[in-house]
C-alpha cells in the first residue's frame, strides 16, 4: 500500500526556446544578424504526488512532454518555474544526492560500458554510488539470481544481444538499491519471453522490496501487468490521473457485432441500416459480401437488441461479439477521437 509521498510536483513547468529560421543560406545568414526563436511548452503547470511503493504510467502521445518530465524528476533538466521533489530533493539542486535514490532504464541506451565484461561495469557503478562492499556483495548477488545473469557477467555489453542488454541494464540501474526507478520504454524491441521475464522481475521488486516505479511505455502490456494507476499527459498538460481499470470502464462502451451471412447479400448493410434507423449512433459497414459489422454504444443499446433488431432482414450464418479493447482506447485517447472532457460531459449530460 501507498506511504508517503516520493515524488511531488506542484505548477511544474518546463519551456523551451527553438531557433525561428528561415531556409537556405540566407535564412541562416538572416538568423545570424537577427535571431528569432519560438518558445515552446513541454510540461505546463502539472501538479503530480507519486506516493513510496506505487507502481504509476505516465503515458501520452509522442511530444506529448513525458520524456521532458522524467528529466526534470531526474535532475538533468531545471524546471522553468514551480517545485518538485524526490525523496524530499529537489532534483537539480541536488544531483549527486538524488541520483542515489534513483535508478532509470531506457529501452534505447545502456549504462553499462561497452567494452569490458558486464561484472565491471556492475562493480564501477557499485564504486561511483560509494555502495559499502558487503552491502554491494549481497545485492549483487541477488540480482544475478533473480535475472540469471551468471553466464552473461564475463561477457562485454557490445557482445551481448537486446534482451541479454535489457536483463543487465535493470541489474545496473538497481545495484545501488534506489528508493525510485524510471522506466523509459523499457521492453521496446523485446521478444515475448524477455518481456515476460522482465516484467516479472519489476513486479517483483514493486511488491516484494517495495520499489516505487514510474512506467513510460507505449506497450500496453508494460502497463497493464505493472501499474493499476495511469496518469496520461497530452501537449504538457496532465488530462488523467487514476486507475488504468477506470479508463476502460469510462471508455469501453464500444462495442462491435460481427454478422457472418449464410448467403451473399450485396444489399445487406442497406438493410441492417434500415433496421436500426432509430439508433443513430450505430455504424454499419460490409467488409464482404458475406460479413456486415455493427459498431455501437453499449450504453444505449445492448449486443441483444441489436442482434434482436437485425435477426428478421439478414441471413444470418454465425454472429461475433467484440469487447472494446484496452489498446483501441488508448489509442482512440491520443488520436484525440476519445477525450476526458467529452465523456465526463456526456456522463453529467446522461
Known amino acids: ?22 531556409p537556405g543560406m540566407a535564412g541562416a545568414l538572416r538568423h545570424l544578424v ?13 501538479d503530480l504526488t507519486i506516493h513510496e511503493g506505487e507502481s504509476v504510467a505516465y503515458v501520452g502521445p509522442n511530444g506529448a ?17 514551480g517545485e518538485i521533489t524526490v525523496c524530499g530533493l ?34 564501477l557503478l557499485g564504486d561511483i554510488y560509494d555502495v559499502p562492499e558487503d552491502e554491494f556483495r549481497k545485492t549483487f548477488g541477488e540480482l544475478v539470481d533473480v535475472l540469471d545473469l551468471s553466464p552473461l557477467l564475463s561477457v562485454p555489453a557490445r557482445q551481448l544481444s537486446l534482451g541479454q542488454r535489457m536483463r543487465c541494464d535493470l541489474a545496473a540501474s538497481l545495484i545501488h538499491s534506489p ?30 522490496r517495495g520499489l516505487t516505479v514510474m ?3 507505449h506497450d500496453l502490456g508494460d502497463i497493464e501487468e505493472l501499474c493499476e494507476r495511469m496518469v496520461m499527459i497530452d501537449k504538457g498538460k496532465i488530462v488523467y490521473d487514476g486507475s488504468f481499470a477506470e479508463v476502460t470502464r469510462r471508455f469501453g462502451f464500444e462495442q ?18 434500415r433496421a436500426l434507423a432509430d439508433r443513430p449512433h450505430a455504424m454499419v459497414s460490409q467488409p464482404t459480401e458475406m460479413t456486415v459489422d455493427v459498431r455501437f454504444d453499449s450504453r444505449e443499446a445492448t449486443s441483444g437488441e441489436i442482434i434482436r433488431d437485425l435477426a ?14 484496452a489498446e483501441s482506447i488508448i489509442r482512440n485517447l491520443y488520436e484525440g477521437s476519445l477525450s476526458f472532457e467529452a465523456e465526463a460531459e456526456a456522463e453529467a449530460a446522461r
Open 90 to 123: 529537489t532534483p537539480f539542486e541536488n544531483r549527486q544526492e538524488n541520483a542515489r535514490n534513483i535508478g532509470v532504464v531506457f529501452g534505447q541506451r545502456t549504462q553499462l560500458w561497452w567494452d569490458i565484461p558486464v561484472q565491471e561495469s556492475f562493480r
Open 65 to 81: 512532454g513525458k520524456s521532458t518530465t522524467v528529466k526534470l524528476l531526474t535532475g538533468i533538466l531545471v524546471p522553468t518555474s
Open 1 to 22: 500500500m501507498p506511504h508517503s509521498p516520493i515524488i511531488h510536483a506542484t505548477h511544474l513547468t518546463k519551456r523551451f526556446r527553438r531557433p525561428k529560421k528561415q
Open 312 to 325: 428478421t432482414v439478414l441471413p444470418i450464418a454465425d454472429i461475433t461479439i467484440e469487447e472494446t479493447s
Open 34 to 46: 537577427r535571431p528569432e526563436h519560438d518558445e515552446f511548452t513541454a510540461v505546463d503547470d502539472i
Open 215 to 217: 512506467l513510460t511505455s
Open 256 to 273: 462491435v457485432i460481427h454478422f457472418a451471412l449464410a448467403e451473399t447479400d450485396r444489399e445487406s448493410a442497406s438493410a441492417a441500416g
Open 179 to 208: 528508493r525510485v526507478l524510471y522506466l523509459d520504454e523499457p521492453t521496446i524491441g523485446l521478444d515475448v519471453a524477455v518481456k515476460a521475464r522482465f516484467r516479472e522481475f519489476i513486479r517483483f521488486m514493486h511488491e516484494q
